[in-house]
């Protein structure tokens, strides 16, 4: 689970987002291709495709490009006075660190998508559930204007011997063609001290038709 993470940081490259800071305390991330956006707080880092680049090394390969970067737009951001890419997707996270996720669907992945798909689209939670290692705190399908539909979860899962707390918001398009994805985590301790301002993020994920 963990490596599935970690894979997911290794291609945020795309990023084409526009972070705005307002009076209001926070930076408004967007995707206007895609029509999606959501906010974080202002003191929270935002990570851009030079700053991926410098982390990635040159390590993506030209298929690895052609596969993961077309159609798809990603952006991280973490919570940490010492934020770092190593921090997303990490048990032990001290502070909040996730990931937004907008994704072009192929025809194979668009028949086969499911409820469960997104459920385990950023952890094998079901895996987790059967093993005794995870505990769902909540769990609610969606549909919103314009044939949005998918799930919202938070839960507690071990990784690595160590359990963190993740929520997760997940939608399709009405043509099933685009994924959308929003995953905040960290520590148990970090994400109970800090309920309040992942909520804020995770309620403020938005999707609109174009």
Known sequence: MRRRIVGIAAVLVALTAV?????????YVKSSEDRAYFKVPDRWTLFDEKEMLTALGGELTAAERRT??????RVAFDASPRPSLRHLGAPDA?????????????FDASD?????TLRNYFFDVDQALEAGTADVLEY???QREGGFRGSHMAATIEVDGTRMTIDQTILLDQATR???GLLVSCSVGCFDENRGKIRTVVD???????
């Open 19 to 27: 972070a705005g800071c307002t009076d209001s305390g926070f930076n």
């Open 68 to 73: 993961e970067l077309t159609d798809t737009w």
């Open 94 to 106: 001290e502070h909040p660190v996730g990931l937004a996720v907008v994704r072009t669907l192929d």
């Open 112 to 116: 086969k998508v499911s409820l469960s």
């Open 140 to 142: 609610e399908e969606i």
């Open 178 to 180: 685009k994924l959308y």
């Open 204 to 210: 403020s994920w938005t999707v609109r038709e174009k």
